[in-house]
């Protein structure tokens, strides 16, 4: 007589913890204390230098936050960040050390601008829409072809990334002095491209649209990580690339994946940054951005959606910088120490996750 079978339990999709922030392990609570403890340190800074810490820092919150205007401003500063930030995030949690958002978001920009400028006059959805595709295909170009070299030449993603950010910047630079450049303009800049692709606008605010499309693709790119096997192989690439081999993932696509996807996402926000705020390219226009995308990424612990709060805590520290400066007379340089101390701290809060 055949013995039955014993029942097989229901297959369970991922639950919904796995999208939160983590908080079974003390995460949220460690990056907290670890924040605080670097306004704490800044404080003692602040105070060192003969100011009164409490000044500065409600002279950074009426900075950031001290009318409509000031808090728009303060969320455009975010967005770049916000974008660029969520690609880096997902590189790293596959392993792979992307420090090249710098060069895509430049090379972002130009594909925006070459968009705009030489796209025929159509609706302002159709501008703008076109302008963004340009944007994100010029981004994953330029991380393809840090992955061509990478995986061709084998030559450390490190290397390779962090040097193609300075050849990006070099035809940024010919780029304006070419064929997208202005005639006869002081300094290197395109002409203003048509009204038709501009971001749309708040009233009141004048925070620009590309805010709300870097908190859809946060959260997009929590949905794919944790809930799609593309997710699911990425971290396992990340925790252990011989447990990926043996699962028989492919770590070349995987490369591939990751790389395209955060030069997307570093091309758009160079394009949200041109179309949105200057209405034209502009030589440095995106100068500092992609290493401050790293410093967002790890502030929120590789999570795509803990990077939005990560984004806004330095888009909303720079933002009133300049305020403490103009009104207490601290260094408006005082927030780039808050961000490196903060980083330390976290990064010493979640070693063992990463």
Not at 11 to 29: H, I, K, N, Q, V
Not at 54 to 60: G, L, S, V
Request: overall charge positive; charged content about 10%.
């Amino acid at each position: 007589m055949t013995e039955a079978a014993p029942p097989q339990s229901p297959t369970r999709l991922p639950s919904a913890e796995s999208l939160r922030f983590s908080l079974g392990d003390g995460m949220a609570l460690r990056i907290g204390v670890a924040v605080g403890l670097s306004l704490i340190s800044a404080a003692l800074l602040v105070a060192l230098s003969g100011h009164n810490p409490i000044a500065a820092f409600t002279a950074i919150a009426t900075g950031a936050v001290g009318s409509p205007h000031q808090i728009g401003a303060a969320l455009n500063r975010t967005t770049p960040y916000l974008l660029a930030g969520c690609g880096v995030a997902v590189c790293f949690r596959a392993g792979i050390i992307n420090i090249g958002a710098e060069g895509q978001i430049a090379l972002g920009g130009v594909g925006a601008a070459a968009v705009a400028l030489h796209w025929p006059g159509s609706a302002p959805a159709v501008s703008v829409a076109a302008a963004l595709i340009g944007a994100a295909t010029a981004g994953a170009m330029w991380a393809a072809l840090a992955t061509v070299i990478h995986l061709g030449r084998r030559v450390h993603e490190v290397l390779v990334t962090l040097l193609l950010n300075f050849v990006a910047l070099l035809l940024v630079q010919q780029a304006l002095a070419g064929p997208l450049g202005q005639f006869g303009a002081g300094f290197l800049q395109s002409p203003e491209m048509p009204p038709a692709s501009w971001l749309w606008k708040l009233p009141q605010f004048s925070v620009h649209a590309g805010f709300l499309l870097a908190l859809v693709a946060a959260g997009a790119s929590s949905l794919m990580l944790w809930r799609t096997p593309f997710g699911f192989a990425l971290r396992v690439a990340g925790n252990s690339r011989r447990a990926a081999a043996y699962a028989g993932f492919s770590m070349p696509l995987i490369t591939w994946g990751v790389m395209l996807l955060a030069g997307a996402l570093a091309g758009l926000a160079g394009g949200v940054e041109v179309l949105g705020i200057h209405h034209r390219l502009i030589e440095g226009f995106s100068l500092g951005f992609g290493f401050k995308a790293v410093t967002v990424a790890l502030l929120g612990a590789l999570e795509p959606v803990a990077v939005i709060p990560a984004a806004l805590f330095v888009g909303f520290l720079e933002a009133g910088s300049l305020s403490m400066q103009r009104q207490i007379g601290v260094p408006s340089s005082l927030v780039i120490v808050i961000e490196g101390v903060t980083m330390l701290f976290v990064l010493a809060a979640t070693a063992r996750r990463m």
